[in-house]
Structures are given as structure tokens and as C-alpha cells.
């Protein structure tokens, strides 16, 4: 009690400091959008005497590889309260250092932007779309000191604010100055600056607000709103409650712009969204997208790993649990469709044909999900020159997840007669880890580990043993569930995609003259690997027939049956030519069927895939 105590005095002597200190201000201005660049001035006031150093981010919150933004700064100038330069220092190449200064210090400099999605700042004559991380440099050791952000409009336009930052002064649609409590929320904090379309809905005493910058009609922005709206109510029912948003609201920032980079990135009151297909072109793509991201409000936002809680924006921040923050995410958003009846059955097996066939692949006998969660710095949009394995020793954490998901749900469905499921294990997360908050806007103050998430299914399924075998197969481990039984369950079928036919493997190849290039890398588990075969190899016959092209390899294995043994002629680096046999096998690939549910079928589905929002408010 007493250590609660101390603690939170501090936390109170924190947020007297952090009232009591001087605002940093930034005024974001555009003075030439169409040369697509946007000038930020910054202002740090009450400082003290030591050197300031400034720093422009490396990453952004929701993202885990490395973007170091600080190369698309530059004419970075500083001055003192009488407006004399500063000299500034580059001690590495995402800061400035400032030895000498006085109290105050006016920073000014241009970013250019040009790209429309989730990480960067994008900037033209139609809008600024700005991720904050990408645009503000930061003042190390000044992280808990209140932020007031004032937009400027372009000459001649007439653009609108969306952002998740607090409205400074009076409210409205023209309001254009903002505040964050510190340097996390700013962070974490994105803005649409543009001609957007905003459209606002109520759910109990939450609101939420669509905000669109597009090129269709109003009347499908109403109808696609009516959609995001099913979303939202849908989701509320797995975890019972909506988190309490701290501006009032939680926004959606969309950009689907002939222009804009797919993506969905999620943020603690809000989410960006952007795409170059319309409402009208995708729809359902689109809505996915949503219900991903939404979910996120919850889950990775506020149900938070220990490893990106407080975000570190000098670094990339590292989690072995994005299996659950992501992957858990990646099963609902399509399920919470699938609830709502925004797709039909056809396409939610769809998807979980596309999970068990992920899970399936090469790279789970080499990492397991929590080792694939920590290969998120590298793959989470990062770039690579020199060749990876990476096709063969990797899957992504979203399917991987989402895959342990779906056995998860149907396990714990199946041993309590679908009493017990995974709503009820994100219930649980959300009541011990996410609902307690922070008790600073911008924080996390009980953020979980692996161990905490095992402790949580033990609890929910009453089986300790259980939790830990599961965590140690699936999780820590390298088994595959065995989907088809949990399928069966709700009237769903495993059935081969191509029952008899000869596979030799999922090789890609490509023409060449005199032959055909094997294109990826070969897998261990196809049978063409034992022959030797492998990235950029070159098969010359196969069969005693001469090979032209791939066309000539899938003639070759239609004139036989798994089990069949066939030689290979292949060309590589060492060899101008070597013959191989290789023991053809069945095509392993398989397919989800919905087949027509007897009753005990019937009431499993109806309580799997049915809206969970509809019987809350039957009972």
C-alpha cells in the first residue's frame, strides 16, 4: 500500500511539473504545397542550460522497422529570443544539438513529403497529410511537457483539421490549433489537413467520426458510414465496453485517393486508413481495413506488449507478442465481417483457407510465432539490398496470429460447448491489462508479457495445463493445429485443392532461353529440394523431355500420379548440367468448404459467426 502511495505521488508531482513547464509550439504552414514540402517552426521556452538536443524520429508508433525520417529534413535553422543564429551541431544523422542557447529557442526547417499512408508526411496542392513522427523534431528530456500544434492554412483553400490531438480554444469545424499532454500523444497523434468529408454517428455515449478525403459521392460515403457503424457496434460486443477516448471521440482518417499507398494504421483515438481504390471499387477490401484497425483501439493500443510501451522513437521498438497484438487482430477483422453479414460464408472461408495455408508453410519449422513477432523490425516495411531466405524461414506475424487465433476460438468453444471462447480471453486481457488506462494521456501502466497472456488463458479456460500446452505448441513451439476436427465442429470441411495430383513443389519458374529458371527459393519440404534445386537454378528436361518453359514441367507432371519418381536435368553455378530424380508427392494444398450443417453444426456456427451484438441486445 504504501509503495501504491509513493507512487502515485509521483505520478501527481509529474503532472504539476508538467502543467507548471512552458508548451513546445509548432506551427505547421505551406507555403508552395504543389512543390510538396511543408515548414515547421518550433519553439521551446523555459529551457535550462544544458545543451538542447534536438532529434528527429527513427520510427512511428504502430510500425517496428526503421524509417529515419530525418532524410527528408532539411534549410534547418535556429535562433535565440532576439532572433540571432544559433549554431547547431550533427552529432549523428537524426539530430541537432545546440550547445549554446538562452531560455528560448525558434527552430525552423522544411520536410518534404510525398507519399500517402500510415508512416510518412505527403503534401500537395490537395491536402497535408501528416503523421506526426515524419514531420516534428523533438527536444530530448522535454517528453512530458504539454505541445500546443497550430496548422496554417495554404493560400486560397479552405481545408478542415481531423486529428485525434485535443481542439485548443473554441470548437467548430474551422478550428485549426490543437494540444497533446506530451510528446507520446503528439506522437501517436495523426492529422488530415485538406477538403475532407466528415460524417459522425453515436453508439451509447460514444462518438465517432468518419473522416474522408476521396473522390466519390456523398451518397456512397452515407452508405459506407452505415457500414463502418455495423463495425464499430460489432466490436464493442467482444469486449463489452468501448475504451474511453480522451479528446470525446475516436476518428477515422481515410484517404482513398487514386494516389495514396494501401494501408491501415492504428493510433489510440483514431486510425489512418488509405488506399488508391474507391468505396465503389472495394468496398469490402476496404472494410476489412476498418475493422482491422478499429480493433486496435483495444488490442495493441490499450492491451499493450511490454516491449512497445513507451514507444522509443531513437530505435526499433522489438515484441514477441505480435502474434497476439496483430495476429489476434488479423482473425477479427474478418470475423467481425463475417458477423455483421458484410461478407458471406464463401469469403470467410476464404480466409480461413488463406490462415491454415500460411501457418502451413516452410517457416514454421524454423521460427516459431513469438521468433516471428521479433522479425518485425526487418520485414514491418524495411528494405533490404542483399538476398534474404526469407520466403522459406518466414511468416508473417498478421496470418501467423491470426491462424493461432482460429484454433484457439474453436479449441476453447469445443471443450466448453461454446460457453467458453476467445471474446472471452480479449475480455479478460482488456479488464487486467487495457481497461486500468494510464494515468497520463499517451501511456500504458499495465502492459503484458507473453507470461501475463498465458496467466489469462489459464484463467479463462480453468485449465492451467491447458494454457501451457497450448503456449508451448503453438506459440513458443513449431506445431501446427489440426484444423480439421476444430473446423468440423461448424459444418466446415478440409478438402484437398487438387486431390491426386503430382506436386514436386510450389517452384515459380520463369523462361529462359534455353530452359526455366526456378525463380524463389526452394523449400526443405518440397520434394525437389532433395534433388538439389534451388534460386536460379535452370531446368533443362524433365522426364527425358527437353524443357522450353514452365509449360513443359506442368505437362510433364500431368502424366503422373504421387509416388511416381521422375529425372531432372538442372543447370546452376557449378554445373553446366547434373541429373536428379526427384519422388513426386500429392499437392498438399487445401481448401475450407462450408458444407450444410447438421443441428449441432448449426447451433455451433450460429454461435461462432453470428453477431455477438444482436444477442446482447436479445438478452
Not at 433 to 462: F, M, N, W
Amino acid at each position: 500500500m504504501k509503495r501504491a502511495l509513493i507512487a502515485l505521488a509521483l505520478l501527481a508531482a509529474a503532472a504539476v511539473r508538467s502543467q507548471a513547464a512552458a508548451p513546445i509550439r509548432y506551427r505547421l504552414s505551406f507555403p508552395e504545397p504543389q512543390h510538396r514540402w511543408m515548414q515547421v517552426q518550433a519553439t521551446y521556452t523555459d529551457l535550462p542550460s544544458a545543451a538542447l538536443e534536438l532529434r528527429m524520429s527513427r520510427s512511428s508508433p504502430g510500425r517496428y522497422s526503421l524509417h529515419d525520417f530525418a532524410k527528408n529534413v532539411y534549410d534547418v535553422h535556429a535562433a535565440d529570443e532576439s532572433g540571432r543564429e544559433l549554431a547547431a551541431t550533427r552529432p549523428d544523422p537524426y539530430g541537432w544539438t545546440i550547445a549554446r542557447h538562452g531560455s528560448s529557442v525558434t527552430l525552423n526547417y522544411k520536410v518534404f513529403g510525398d507519399r500517402v499512408d500510415g508512416t510518412y508526411l505527403a503534401v500537395d496542392e490537395t491536402h497535408a497529410h501528416v503523421n506526426m513522427p515524419a514531420a516534428i523534431m523533438w527536444a530530448r528530456g522535454l517528453d512530458d511537457r504539454p505541445i500546443e500544434v497550430a496548422f496554417e492554412q495554404p493560400a486560397g483553400t479552405r481545408w478542415r483539421v481531423a486529428t485525434q490531438l485535443h481542439a485548443a480554444g473554441a470548437s467548430g469545424a474551422d478550428r485549426f490549433e490543437f494540444t497533446a499532454p506530451n510528446l507520446q500523444y503528439l506522437m501517436d497523434s495523426p492529422a488530415e489537413f485538406g477538403p475532407i468529408v466528415m460524417r459522425q454517428f453515436a453508439v451509447g455515449a460514444s462518438t465517432f467520426r468518419f473522416a474522408l478525403h476521396h473522390t466519390g459521392s456523398d451518397a456512397e460515403v452515407d452508405g459506407y458510414v452505415k457500414d463502418v457503424e455495423k463495425i464499430v457496434r460489432e466490436e464493442r460486443a467482444i469486449y463489452g465496453e468501448y475504451p474511453a477516448y480522451e479528446p470525446g471521440y475516436y476518428t477515422f482518417l481515410a484517404d482513398y485517393l487514386p494516389y495514396a499507398n494501401g494501408d491501415g494504421m492504428e493510433h489510440r483515438n483514431s486510425t489512418v486508413i488509405t488506399s488508391s481504390a474507391s468505396i465503389a471499387s472495394a468496398r469490402t477490401r476496404l472494410l476489412d481495413t476498418v475493422a482491422h484497425e478499429f480493433f486496435h483501439c483495444w488490442n495493441v493500443e490499450r492491451i499493450r506488449p511490454q516491449g512497445l510501451e513507451p514507444f522509443d522513437f531513437d530505435r526499433a521498438d522489438l515484441s514477441g507478442e505480435l502474434w497476439l497484438a496483430e495476429g489476434f487482430t488479423q482473425y477479427y477483422g474478418p470475423l467481425v465481417l463475417q458477423r455483421t453479414k458484410l461478407v458471406d460464408l464463401a469469403e470467410t472461408a476464404r480466409t480461413f483457407t488463406g490462415l491454415i495455408e500460411t501457418v502451413s508453410g516452410p517457416g514454421r519449422l524454423v521460427r516459431s510465432a513469438e521468433e516471428m513477432s521479433r522479425m518485425a523490425p526487418f520485414i514491418d516495411g524495411g528494405r533490404t539490398v542483399d538476398r534474404t531466405n526469407w520466403p522459406i524461414t518466414v511468416i508473417s506475424y498478421y496470418p501467423f496470429g491470426g491462424a493461432i487465433a482460429l484454433a484457439l476460438d474453436l479449441s476453447l468453444r469445443a471443450r466448453s460447448d461454446s460457453r467458453v471462447s476467445l471474446d472471452d480471453f480479449m475480455q479478460a486481457m482488456w479488464r487486467t491489462y487495457g481497461k486500468p488506462g494510464g494515468a497520463r494521456e499517451g501511456y500504458v501502466d499495465h502492459p503484458y508479457t507473453i507470461a501475463d497472456a498465458e496467466a489469462t488463458l489459464a484463467e479463462v479456460s480453468g485449465d492451467r495445463a491447458f494454457a501451457r500446452d497450448f503456449f508451448a505448441r503453438y506459440v513458443e513451439g513449431h506445431d501446427e493445429a489440426n484444423y480439421g476436427p476444430l473446423l468440423a465442429r461448424a459444418g466446415f470441411a478440409l478438402r484437398k485443392r487438387n486431390p491426386g495430383r503430382a506436386w514436386l513443389g510450389d517452384v515459380r519458374l520463369e523462361s529462359r532461353g534455353s530452359g526455366a529458371r526456378v525463380a524463389e527459393l526452394v523449400a526443405p519440404t518440397w520434394p525437389i529440394y532433395a534433388a538439389g534445386v534451388d534460386l536460379d537454378d535452370e531446368l533443362q528436361q524433365i522426364d527425358g523431355a527437353r524443357v522450353a518453359g514452365p509449360g513443359d514441367v506442368t505437362a510433364a507432371l500431368q502424366r503422373h500420379k504421387p509416388g511416381d519418381t521422375i529425372a531432372i536435368v538442372y543447370a546452376n553455378r557449378a554445373v553446366a548440367s547434373k541429373t536428379a530424380t526427384i519422388t513426386l508427392a500429392e499437392d498438399p494444398h487445401i481448401d475450407v468448404v462450408a458444407l450444410d450443417p447438421d443441428a449441432s453444426q448449426r447451433a455451433f456456427r450460429d454461435r461462432w459467426l453470428n453477431s455477438q451484438e444482436s444477442a446482447a441486445r436479445i438478452r
